[in-house]
């Protein structure tokens, strides 16, 4: 008998532990977060409840209400309420409204364009910028009959990320953006930075080095789990006006997390520019022979909270599925992810930017790059700083597989929809291997040591033309299990051949003229 009440005891004891080790780690998570809804209610953001949304209403006297939903262009649209009464709030909280489908969708009918709009709650933020108490909430699209819309960018992503949790044998795809923009502000003349040798100035070289920084608060006030920011290579001075490339890389976090996080992102560095006076361009290409930018993601395979991509301090064999699966699809994953003629510009040999469709360990000439992953299994804190010897802090879980050729022209949720796709492909791939081994690269793709290997390997589309003409090839595989809709496909393609740009490239040889008019087309694209 006393020997079962010690057991018990001690049972016990090691749950309330645990309990304990739990609550602590929940209490650290929120402590230092940013948003204030995680703040007060104490709890995160995918365990928010509307009961938590209208106490926290109520107590923090909001006064209006934002919807904002993804349209076909890319970019976040917005429906506004004032909160007159809590009926009325818990009617919008719960039934949503209703918007014309056919003006966010070129695909859709205006006879049958009736959808809903309804909130998702774990999305929930303050609006940084609204003078009136206002809290915005990112939503999902509903049809006529009260099902998620089967085409909307948000569902195909989710169904996307269910189909890759089931053939994966309950894997969870995650994935992080690295935003690349240029910012425009008139010219100085004192603290010139030289052309093209801008990456990670510090201030007053760096001319926007505020205006990053208060971007990075606010997005960290509207969920954004932020890794780093900085400014980039590119920066050059053009008709008077100062051109600098900056870039705000996140966490690796549920890759419907990562979408809305790039969605947030790009809202709050346009609305903040144009408070500063400032503009700023996701455009792939802004000019000639100065750096484009790309919207290149990293991707991670996590169960368990155990990152998969590594096994012994080496490139696991799932890793190596996902890298096949990209392989396999880059070509059409490029109608996702480069989606307007200037990104072609941007995607030309001998550059940075890829155009060869091989993968490499830490390679930036490749299109899937293995970057430096923390492997070395070394305590570098404490050879910095002798008096630290911390060993709780493992890096095991930071490597990831990195996708580079898309950019700011790309339908976020579409483009990491058609990235998960690639990885449940990879799984499905008998010769994974095989794929794997042959698109592999040591060195410098575009060197000539490997003239003959990169003869041997696909080159990624040269045009939106050309990038329709493959998606067309393999929208089977993006079709399969209902993840993407036809009609969407359908719709992607041609737009893309509407762009006529078969030769763009050549045609726009010796024709400044040409570019700056395609620039100007396409400067606020995404």
């Known amino acids: 008998m006393f020997e079962a009440f010690l057991f018990l005891l001690n049972k016990k004891y090691y749950l309330c532990q645990a309990i304990k080790k739990t609550q602590n780690k929940m209490s650290n998570n929120i402590e230092l977060n940013q948003n204030p809804l995680v703040k007060f209610l104490q709890k995160q953001p995918k365990d928010f409840t509307k009961q938590d949304i209208i106490k926290y209403i109520k107590e923090n006297e909001i006064k209006m209400i934002n919807f904002r939903y993804s349209a076909g262009d890319g970019r976040l649209k917005t429906l506004n309420f004032v909160i007159t009464n809590l009926d009325y709030l818990n009617q919008i909280l719960t039934l949503g409204e209703r918007v014309d489908g056919s003006s966010l969708f070129t695909f859709m009918k205006a006879n049958s364009s009736d959808l809903y709009v309804l909130p998702r709650f774990s999305t929930a933020f303050v609006d940084p910028f609204a003078q009136i108490p206002t809290l915005s909430f990112l939503c999902y699209y509903f049809d006529k009959d009260g099902n998620l819309l089967e085409s909307s960018p948000e569902y195909i992503l989710k169904k996307a990320e269910d189909e890759f949790k089931q053939i994966s044998g309950g894997m969870e795809f995650w994935a992080m953006g690295e935003l690349e923009y240029y910012v425009v502000g008139d010219k100085e003349d004192n603290f010139e930075t030289a052309n093209q040798r801008g990456y990670q100035e510090s201030s007053p070289f760096s001319k926007y080095e505020s205006f990053r920084s208060e971007a990075m608060y606010y997005m960290a006030q509207c969920g954004c789990i932020i890794k780093y920011a900085h400014s980039e290579v590119g920066n050059f001075t053009l008709e008077d006006k100062n051109y600098e490339q900056n870039e705000i890389e996140f966490l690796p976090v549920p890759v419907q997390d990562a979408a809305d996080q790039l969605m947030i992102g790009k809202w709050i560095l346009r609305t903040l520019a144009r408070e500063y006076g400032l503009d700023v361009t996701f455009a792939p290409k802004i000019t000639v022979g100065k750096a484009g930018s790309g919207m290149h993601i990293h991707t991670r395979v996590v169960k368990d909270n155990k990152n998969m991509y590594i096994e012994n301090g080496e490139l696991s064999d799932i890793a190596k599925k996902v890298i096949a699966g990209i392989m396999s699809l880059s070509s059409s994953l490029t109608a996702f992810a480069n989606a307007n003629p200037t990104s072609y510009f941007r995607l030309v040999p001998n550059q940075e930017a890829p155009t060869t469709i091989c993968w490499g360990d830490r390679n930036r000439s490749a299109l899937v790059r293995v970057p430096l992953g923390w492997t070395a299994n070394k305590n570098m804190c404490k050879s910095a700083n002798p008096l630290e010897n911390d060993e709780t802090i493992t890096s095991m879980n930071k490597q990831t597989v990195e996708f580079r050729c898309p950019d700011g022209s790309a339908n976020v949720y579409l483009l990491l929809a058609g990235l998960v796709v690639a990885a449940r492909y990879g799984f499905e791939m008998d010769n994974y291997k095989e794929v794997v081994e042959h698109t592999y690269i040591s060195s410098d793709i575009n060197s000539e040591d490997n003239k003959e290997k990169k003869a041997s390997l696909e080159q990624l589309p040269d045009s939106c033309q ?35 740009d078969k030769n763009i490239r050549k045609e726009v040889e010796n024709r400044p003229d040409m570019i700056k008019k395609l620039v100007n087309d396409y400067f606020y694209c995404g």
């Not at 595989?477 to 509407?498: H, M, P, S, T, W």
């Open 466 to 500: 050309d990038s329709s003409e493959k998606l067309e090839k393999q929208r089977s595989i993006y079709e399969q299990y209902g993840v993407f809709n036809k009609d969407l496909i359908d719709g992607i393609i041609a737009e893309l051949r509407g762009f006529n």
